[in-house]
Each structure stands twice: as C-alpha cells, then as structure tokens.
C-alpha cells in the first residue's frame, strides 16, 4: 500500500485547480496547483515529468513540464512557466486563481532515487529548464545525501534566473550563473555569455566521477549535447526534450 493516494495518473488526465500564481520574474510564474486531498501526492519519481492540457480557442493544447516541487511533497504540485508567445503560454498568462488545468503523470524523464544517485550530480539549465534541476537538488537535499551538486545555470538576464537564494542556501550545491545580457543600471558580477566547452571543462568533473543532467532551450540542449558527446559525457547524461 502506498504511503499516500496518488493524485496523478498516467493513463488519463486529470483537473487541478490552481491554488497561487506567484510572479518570479517579469515573464516567469510559479504555479501551485492543489490536489484533491491534502495527503495526496503526486505519484512521481524524481525527474519524471507531466503532461499538461487546456483549450485556447476551441483547440486542445498539450505541452510537457518538470515540477519543482518533489514528490513527496503532499497536496499540490508545482510548476515553474515562462509566459511567452507560445500557445499554452497563453494559457497561463490569463490563468487565475480557481482556474483548472488538466494534468497527466508522469511521461518519463531521469528517475533519480537514493539507488542511482551518483556522488556527483551535474546540472545544466536554461531558464525555466532549471525546473527538473532544482527537483532533484530538492530532493538530494530532502534525502539528506551526501551527493554533491554542480549546477550550469543560465537565462536571459539576472532578472530571470530565479530561485537564486534557495539555491545559494545549499552547502553541497556549487552554482555558475551567465546571462545572455546585462540591461543598463543593473549591477550583475557574474558571467555573460551562453553556457559553452569552456564553462563545462572548467566546472564540471570528468565524464568518470559525475552524471550530467542537462533541461533549457531546444537550440542550448542541442548545441551542448554535441558539445557532451565530445568531451565524453555520451554515456553519462540525461537531456530533457
């Protein structure tokens, strides 16, 4: 008997309600969207993702995202979006409290548990691709484990990546930011410049002592998965999408 009822399912979407809408940035929200019961989890392993549908003007939308919340986290679930000019960004940007979406999960993803956690994790993310990342640092952190965490994390600007302090709180958690730009007036002392061969030769551990989990842009996962290939990540990497 599971500890705690299911509150997804694979097989068959399913309405949640959307409980907050937090702004984190001028273009990202956290969404927390509330499941039937408060002992309800999600049903999920760590760094399984979901599908998500709605209807924007009469045609059914699906589109795939990383909770942010871990899965034993009970009554609600997560989900960090960037609201753009996509059709399901739509969705959220005129989501209100009490509005529904339908949910279904988990698709697939990176299982990470205490069996297959490496000693070394390495995290590559992309703007809101930091969601399944920030999953399993949750989760290693939850599981009180000895595994340590070097996190590639870049975005736009400074304004957008989030959840920065969290992720600075963490002991065992070595974050590199790089923006694509600095706007004027703003004070940045970090990189600039994308994710490149130079920033993971110069951050990550070799090939042989670390696992590399990798979630952004479709251009960014397709530019550093070469670049992974090359350096010897082949058999020792996760991409998302």
């Known amino acids: 008997m599971p500890k705690h009822e299911h509150a997804l399912s694979p097989s068959e979407f399913k309405p949640f309600v959307l409980s907050t809408k937090t702004p984190m940035s001028t273009h990202v929200f956290l969404l927390r969207f509330s499941y039937p019961g408060l002992d309800n989890d999600s049903g999920c392993k760590c760094g399984e993702y979901l599908s998500t549908r709605a209807v924007l003007n009469g045609e059914e939308i699906i589109r795939y995202y990383s909770p942010v919340s871990i899965p034993d986290d009970t009554g609600h679930i997560d989900l960090l979006v960037k609201v ?101 007036g703003v004070e940045w002392n970090g990189r ?22 990798m979630c952004g842009t479709w251009m960014m996962m397709k530019t550093l998965r070469v670049t992974l290939e090359e350096l010897g990540y082949a058999d020792k990497m996760f991409v998302y999408g």
């Open 84 to 184: 753009d000019t996509g059709k399901m960004s739509n969705v959220f940007a005129m989501m209100r409290v009490g509005d529904v979406l339908e949910i279904r999960g988990p698709i697939s993803g990176f299982v990470c548990n205490a069996e297959t956690m490496p000693k070394h994790m390495s995290l590559i993310a992309g703007g809101t691709g930091i969601a399944p990342c920030l999953q399993i640092i949750r989760q290693i952190i939850a599981d009180k484990s000895d595994t340590k965490v070097t996190l590639l994390y870049g975005a736009n600007d400074p304004s957008e990546l989030v959840f920065r302090d969290e992720l600075d709180s963490y002991e065992n958690v070595k974050t590199i930011y790089t923006v694509d730009y600095v706007p004027n």
């Open 192 to 213: 600039v410049g994308y994710i490149n061969k130079e920033m993971i030769q110069s951050h990550l551990p070799s090939p042989d002592d670390t696992f590399v989990v």
